[in-house]
């Protein structure tokens, strides 16, 4: 019981850190291809991303 337990832990932890690299990257690649802040696009961009998220 004990080995499924942090099996099961591993895989979530796992999980998540991939999600949180994967995540990383995507803010990199963005970034790379509209800009930083300052520019119009990109904060509408970000304005039209985070606002489903609140």
């Known amino acids: 019981m004990s080995g499924n337990l ?3 832990l ?7 850190m991939a999600s949180r690299v994967l995540g990383f990257v995507r803010q990199i690649l963005i ?3 509209i800009g930083a802040g300052g520019n119009p696009v990109a904060d509408a961009f970000w304005a039209a991303f985070r606002l489903p998220n609140m």
Do not use: E, N, R
């Open 6 to 8: 942090f099996k099961s």
């Open 31 to 33: 970034t790379g291809v």
């Open 10 to 16: 591993a895989t979530v932890s796992g999980m998540t």
